[in-house]
C-alpha cells in the first residue's frame, strides 16, 4: 500500500484493515455505515480506487461512477428506505464540508430529511 493510501482511512476501510463490515461489496466499490450517523440509514459507498472527491473523475470513470450508483440503489433496498425514500450526497470541495479527501456518497434515510442546504 502506498503512504497516501496509509493515511487515507477510506482506502484502509476498502482494503479491509479496519475490519469493517461491508452492506455491498463489488470489486471496485464498497458500502459500509456511517461511524456517526446523521440519520436512521446513513451509509457510505466508496471506490476502493482511491479518489479525492466526484470532481477528480474523469470521461473514463463513467462505469465506476455507474458502478456506485448502482450500489448505492443495492444499499437502499437493503437498509429498506427503497420504497421510503433516500438521499445522495457527495461533498467536494471546501465549500461542501468535505471532511474525508476520499471520494464518497452518503446514502441517507430512515426519517423525513431536512432541507439541503
Ligand atoms: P464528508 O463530510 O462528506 O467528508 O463526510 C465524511 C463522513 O465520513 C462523515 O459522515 C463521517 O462520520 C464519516 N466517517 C469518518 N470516518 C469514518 C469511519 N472510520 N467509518 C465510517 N464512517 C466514517
Ligand atoms: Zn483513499
Do not use: Y
Request: hydrophobic fraction near 40%; proline fraction near 4%; charge should be negative.
Amino acid at each position: 500500500m502506498s503512504d497516501h493510501q496509509e493515511a487515507c482511512i477510506f482506502c484502509r476501510i476498502a482494503a479491509g484493515d479496519m475490519e469493517t463490515a461491508f452492506v455491498v461489496e463489488t470489486d471496485r466499490v464498497v458500502a459500509f455505515d456511517d461511524i456517526s450517523p446523521q440519520a436512521p440509514i446513513h451509509v457510505q459507498v466508496i471506490p476502493k480506487r482511491h479518489v479525492d472527491s466526484v470532481h477528480e473523475l474523469g470521461s473514463g470513470d463513467t462505469a465506476l461512477w455507474a458502478e456506485i450508483l448502482d450500489v448505492a440503489n443495492r444499499v437502499a433496498v437493503k437498509k429498506g428506505v427503497d420504497e421510503s425514500g433516500f438521499r445522495l450526497v457527495s461533498n467536494a470541495g471546501p465549500d461542501s464540508g468535505q471532511e474525508v479527501h476520499h471520494l464518497h456518497v452518503h446514502v441517507l434515510g430512515g426519517k423525513k430529511l431536512g432541507p439541503i442546504a
